[in-house]
């Protein structure tokens, strides 16, 4: 038999398990699930093949040591920081390791040392990043092979609600970690090439600069930017595009009303507000509007924020409960997270609701004769149940694919990864067609001039 | 002869050095300007009394020690982050140190060995902080002696251009570190108290919440919000005031405009500019702005910064030249280096032009019969030359006056200190007046509801 340690039992961990299991009896696996906490692994193994869970303290040590010696391969699901305590145990002992999460400049430092251990090391396989890679480069590559030239590369993946599922005025719950949602676009400017100029877009102007996308069969959806797509073109190769973009999808009219707590102010992470837990959530929102003790806070929230009476913006705030007298109840809190913990109580995925990942490609090339055309590579996949999220699969499902074609011996690749190259994302992204996890393309010819096409 | 050790030479040094060397004749004094570049220093000592310059590296630690250990008293003009380095062979010699710049953490860190080594440290010593600490306080401290209770305290201080000297569509130049002025709000958000509730305001809205105020003689100002209000609850005493607000000062219309700036997005300092070297101001704005090849700049930017062409707004933009087709030449710039570049152009004093300092306190209190009453304490003073600038004035001068207390033994504290207590701010502030930098007080009568005061 041989041995599969996971680190971590998440969110993700249920379809990574499940998956495992299932091949397991064919492929003879022994699985071992280690977390500080066992009760979720537990619920996930129940009923499942050769599966078991440990407790086990990512930073102690000699368990960690003691855990991966055993194994054949490691797979984590811990938050990213926690991937180099792993990688440690790794090179120790000479085991191999796959994780969903952005290769870290602390990953980077050890290539060296990886390559010396003789370890294959992959990282970004999850969704985004993962699926995005793999599907992206399928068509770059496809392209190149053909004597094609990329002009334009956009690319927008969302987490959201499956129709019928998406029950609020914003038409979005959380289905992944909230503070991160919070917290969007904060971390510094946008960065990305249009037509031969590089653009920047400041936080205060991000959720204003969206584009409009519409994906045959389930509607339109409006993209906000990412913060870094330049690093993309080095990464696949596309250093002589025109344009290269990257965001973050969401239902039309999201990114606006979003834009009203950036102006507000309320998504700062960088300071306590003060008595946070005896405040009311209308407390909270006045804190950040000008003193004026005639009008109402809805009253001075419009005027401040220059909110018309039949925008949609102000009943899409109130179906939050911003304006209730409900105390918050943190200690010491920032707004960013008081502001999480009010979109809690109406975004969070209820037992029966069904979440979609949605996940767009856009292409411009031109033939050897000069020739321009569009290629869009599209994919939508729905959530089992609340364990077995489309969030979840589209994360596990890549992560044990990997899983099972490095024990099988079916990649030959040693030292530092990410998923871009075919001999990886041709056969995982084969796979996940079995799983409803499956892209459309589509081209049409267009005109040379793509200057006409839509604005960003 | 007592020694004088003043460590660097720049913009507000002067005033100070004119100042001691002025005192030195009947005190005794030899003073010595030590800095890495003495070039300024042996201009600013041509013609004075008992002053050397002499060339030191702050790193160099047997050099600094050396001339610690032979001063009596050590004058930081540096900037802040040198501070401890001083203090740290102020420590060794037993010497007392004054700066004009904010009380540290690595200061603060230290306060236990200052006591020790029996010796007198003293921050804030220059205009703002500095001489706003100590005219506020000779406020405070009399209304208090007189039995009344403050409710609200707003402050305000400006470094400005002289009437008649303030020639550009701004009514703006730089008298001090241009990249503070640039980065001015980006470090947080501001926080302050009014009519007992706390207040939050996000970057992206510190210029367009601001408070109009008039000056006798001088006309009008706005002012924005400075960063933490809070602090000078505890520092002032005023745990108890309704209301705390302190702010920046500019002439009226140069907030909303410089609002352009924060939105556009070029304040930033976190990234680099691709190939800023090469670009022209121009391309610099357009990279902030969307694609689109048919409106010019202009257009673009009006549209998106929502500007009507009769507001004002793009006469003071265009007088800057950022639509010009200059070259901005900096290699590997941050948007916020280069937009100082360009503003530097416009915003540079000239040799003939004159500044001029506003300070302005508010204060609320109420007497033991519950009338109640506005105070107004304020300050213009306008500069000699462009070497004793109003800025370098007061700055330089309150050093100078704390030097001399200190060496004519008229203070006997020890310690760690900002200039709050009377004994420091009374002979200052008194002596200041001979300098024309003189406070006019004036208090009226005014309702209980002070709710009907101005909003900000």
Request: contains cysteine; proline residues 4%.
């Amino acid at each position: 038999m041989r041995k599969i340690l996971i680190f971590g039992s998440g969110r993700s961990a249920p379809s990574l398990i499940q998956y495992l299991a299932k091949e397991s009896v064919a492929n003879q696996w022994q699985i071992t699930i280690a977390d500080k906490d066992i009760r979720a692994a537990q619920k996930f193994i129940a009923g499942l093949n050769n599966c078991k869970a440990v407790s086990a303290d990512i930073h102690d040590d000699s368990t960690r040591d003691t855990l991966v010696a055993e194994a054949d391969l490691v797979l984590s699901m811990l938050p990213m920081r926690f991937h180099t305590l792993v990688l440690s145990s790794c090179l120790k002992h000479k085991v191999n390791l796959v994780t969903p999460s952005y290769e870290s400049d602390g990953m980077r430092e050890k290539e060296e040392e990886i390559r010396k251990a003789g370890i294959f090391v992959l990282n970004e396989m999850g969704l985004d990043p993962g699926i995005d890679h793999m599907s992206a480069m399928r068509v770059i590559d496809n392209l190149r092979d053909e004597g094609h030239r990329i002009t334009v590369f956009e690319s927008f993946t969302g987490g959201l609600m499956a129709p019928g599922y998406d029950d609020n005025p914003w038409q979005f719950k959380f289905t992944w970690n909230p503070r991160n949602v919070v917290l969007a676009g904060r971390d510094g400017a946008v960065r990305f090439r249009h037509n031969g100029r590089y653009k920047y877009i400041p936080y205060t102007k991000l959720f204003r600069r969206t584009e409009r996308i519409e994906i045959e069969g389930y509607g339109a959806f409006e993209g906000y930017a990412n913060r870094d797509s330049l690093k993309y073109l080095e990464k696949y190769g596309l250093q002589n595009v025109e344009t290269i973009y990257r965001g973050t999808l969401r239902r039309p009219g999201f990114c606006r009303a979003w834009d009203l707590f950036v102006q507000l102010g309320v998504t700062d992470d960088s300071f306590i507000v003060e008595d946070s837990e005896h405040m009311t959530f209308r407390e909270f929102i006045n804190s950040f509007l000008p003193y004026n003790p005639h009008d109402s806070v809805e009253l001075k929230l419009m005027y401040y924020l220059r909110i018309d009476q039949d925008s949609g913006l102000m009943e899409k705030l109130q179906s939050l409960g911003i304006f209730t007298d409900e105390v918050i109840g943190l200690k010491r809190a920032t707004p960013a997270q008081i502001l999480e913990h009010i979109l809690k109580k109406s975004w969070t995925i209820g037992p029966d609701d069904k979440d979609m990942i949605v996940m767009w490609h856009k292409f411009f090339f031109k033939d050897k004769d000069g020739n321009c055309f569009q290629k869009t590579s599209s994919m939508v996949t729905i959530g089992e149940d609340a364990d077995h999220t489309a969030m979840a699969r589209t994360v596990g499902l890549p992560m044990g694919m990997a899983a099972k074609m490095i024990l099988n011996g079916n990649i030959d690749i040693k030292g530092l990864h990410l998923p871009i190259k075919r001999e990886i994302y041709d056969p995982v992204l084969d796979e996940l067609q079995k799983y409803d996890i499956e892209f459309t393309e589509k081209t049409i010819p267009i005109e040379d001039d793509y200057e006409d096409q839509p604005i960003f």
